[in-house]
Nanobody, 110 residues
Framework: QVQLVESGGGSVQAGGSLRPSCAPS????????MAWFRQSPGKEREAVAA???????AYTDSVKGRFIISRDDATATLILQLNSLKTEDTARYYC?????WGQGTQVTVS
């Protein structure tokens, strides 16, 4: 059974940084293309960043230059480094290989 557990969210002021991570069980982040999505109240879930098996990355325009997606193979986790946060980045962040979803981790920027 696949489970995805996100953590590392929190509350920060604009301009700050956070580092959400995702620790799947039942699958290896190295064996799948993985993505981070986010959703804020009243809005549709949107893709934020993705990383392929060959480490090619892609970002939505609004986070380019500020967010970095990576894998830590030693700890088998997926990471999303959030820098220069803006109030519009406030959302619940989810990691996914495209089929399974976790509960997400809340990021609040004030």
């Amino acid at each position: 059974q696949v489970q995805l557990v996100e953590s590392g969210g929190g509350s920060v002021q604009a301009g700050g940084s956070l580092r959400p991570s995702c620790a799947p069980s039942g699958l290896s982040v190295s064996d799948f293309s993985m993505a981070w999505f986010r959703q804020s109240p009243g809005k549709e879930r949107e893709a934020v960043a993705a990383i392929r098996r060959d480490d090619l990355t892609a970002y939505t325009d609004s986070v380019k230059g500020r967010f970095i997606i990576s894998r830590d193979d030693a700890t088998a986790t997926l990471i999303l480094q959030l820098n220069s946060l803006k109030t519009e980045d406030t959302a619940r962040y989810y990691c996914t290989p495209g089929v399974y979803w976790g509960q997400g981790t809340q990021v609040t920027v004030s």
